[in-house]
């Protein structure tokens, strides 16, 4: 049995990881589940984004799987996002996002590439100071960080078979911080027996486009990544599809790319395959590997045989499509 803890969150991830909690009973994953609070629902009822029980737990779990929290509105300078703060307490220092379509039917281009994201600093340290007329933003970029998510994008290509990792920063104008990245990629990628590229990020979005074919693998810096992978996940089909992992060295946190979507909270809309293959990614990670294949096996026939929500064409609800999914993955 491996300990996992489960936060729904706000707006759709309660929607959406209640599907994919019944898939991981219905593939009979040998979890033990713990549930736990965080977010804006539970700051209403608690007084706290991110209660101390919650931090327990975790600390105590083997992998997370969360959904999505909604951002308060209205400025509060005491508010630091509770998502950010876990990240940095448990060290999930890369946000790995793997991008594909689900099935040919689905998204704009051929796509088949995993964004590798430094997740602890850059543009994400939240340091920012009044100027005279504006506001200075610092963005931080260690060695140490670099250093340590070239490895791990290293380690995926390996560990998946692809053959070349591209590099993207944007040091023609960030020199200094994005010079040091693009210096310790190509320390790190010499001699490792993967191929090295490099793009510049305002290249690296158009190249998703137009050949995304040509990537395998890309390795940046937070603020890149973030939009790079929404980017990706909307030319494969949307972020309904879009799962993630935040990862550090002994824990990591399985989330659906997507937000808590308010506009169709509550509204039976959600389309819970990021959350599901979340949760199969979570089981790859626990050494689930083939009820994680079984799990993305059934994703793939389900689209093929048009088994969708709204966002993909189909005409499904959320549980609906969950219970049609269920019954293709038990005759499978
Ligand atoms: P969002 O990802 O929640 O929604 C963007 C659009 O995609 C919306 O039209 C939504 O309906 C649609 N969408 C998202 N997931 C979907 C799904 N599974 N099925 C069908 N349609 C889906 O991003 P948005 O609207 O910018 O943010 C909403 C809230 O979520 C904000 O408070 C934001 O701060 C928060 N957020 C939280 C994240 C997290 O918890 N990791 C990540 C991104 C945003
Ligand atoms: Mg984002």
């Not at 996992?4 to 994919?20: K, L, M, R, W």
């Not at 379509?101 to 281009?109: I, M």
């Amino acid at each position: 049995m491996r300990k996992v803890t489960v936060i729904p969150g706000d707006g759709i991830g309660p929607e959406v990881i209640g599907s994919a909690l019944e898939v991981l009973r219905a593939v009979d994953a040998p979890l033990e589940v713990h549930r736990a609070d965080m977010g804006l629902a539970c700051y209403q009822r608690t007084g706290s984004y991110l209660p101390q029980e919650t931090l327990d737990l975790l600390e105590e779990s083997d992998a997370a799987l969360f959904g999505a929290i909604t951002s308060p509105t209205t400025y509060d300078p005491d508010y630091r996002s509770p998502l950010l703060r876990l990240r940095k307490a448990f060290d999930l220092y890369a946000n790995v996002r793997p991008v594909r379509r689900p099935h040919p039917t689905v998204g704009l281009v051929a796509l088949d590439v995993v964004i590798v994201r430094e997740n602890t600093e850059g543009m994400y340290t939240g340091v920012e100071r009044d100027v005279p007329g504006g506001v200075i933003t610092e963005r931080l970029v260690t060695r140490k960080a670099c250093e340590r998510i070239v490895d791990r994008a290293l380690s995926i290509c390996r560990e998946e078979g692809r053959k070349s990792v591209t590099c993207v920063h944007k040091s023609n104008v960030l020199r200094r911080s994005d010079g040091l990245f693009r210096e310790v990629f190509w320390e790190r990628v010499r001699g490792s027996g993967i191929e090295g590229r490099e793009l510049l990020v305002d290249a690296a979005a158009a190249a998703l486009v137009q050949r995304p074919e040509s990537l395998e693998c890309l390795v940046t810096l937070n603020l890149y990544g973030d939009i790079l992978s929404d980017e990706a996940a909307a030319l494969a089909g949307g972020l309904g599809f879009a799962p993630s992992v935040n990862l550090g060295e002994s824990f990591a946190l399985f989330e659906p790319t997507h937000g808590s979507a308010p506009d169709i909270a509550g509204k039976d809309r959600a389309n819970p395959v990021a959350a599901i293959l979340s949760a199969a990614m979570m089981l790859r990670y626990l050494e689930m590997d083939e009820k994680a294949v079984r799990i993305e096996r059934t994703v793939t026939e389900a689209i093929g045989r048009g088994i969708r929500t709204a966002d993909a064409g189909g005409r499904m609800g959320t549980a609906e499509f969950t219970k049609r999914f269920l019954e293709l993955l038990s005759s499978a």
